[in-house]
């Protein structure tokens, strides 16, 4: 089972930013396509970035032109950064394999956002 470990998460004002981490224990990571996900209070978990082996990316119209996605295999992470946060991106972020996820997940990282 590859252990997902998410970081980055905290509070900051509408329109500010993150970087949110995610490292990975898989030998093969550098393979996997990954995403990362989040999951707001009383709604279902999305798919909001995606990234393919070789680097191509994908992202929900919600945030396209203000999240960004990217890997580092060397190092087994992907990463979201998070520009212009809205207080509708408020939510917890999981990272996991992408499009089809595994089904188990990290514990997620708190993104909170102030108006």
């Known amino acids: 089972q590859v252990q997902l470990v998410e970081s980055g998460g905290g509070l900051v004002q509408t329109g500010g930013s993150l970087r949110l981490s995610c490292t990975a224990s898989?030998?093969?990571?550098?393979?996997?396509?990954m995403g990362w996900y989040r999951q707001a209070p009383g709604k279902e978990r999305e798919l909001v970035a995606q990234?393919?082996?070789?680097?191509?990316?994908n992202y929900a119209d919600s945030v396209k032109g203000r999240f960004t996605i990217s890997r580092d295999n060397a190092k087994n992470t992907v990463y979201l950064q998070m520009n212009n946060l809205k207080p509708e991106d408020a939510a917890v972020y999981y990272c996991?394999?992408?499009?089809?996820?595994?089904?188990?997940w990290g514990q997620g990282t708190q993104v909170t956002v102030s108006s």
């Open positions: 996991n394999k992408a499009p089809v996820h595994y089904s188990y």
């Open positions: 990234i393919t082996s070789d680097g191509t990316t």
């Open positions: 898989s030998i093969v990571f550098r393979i996997i396509p």
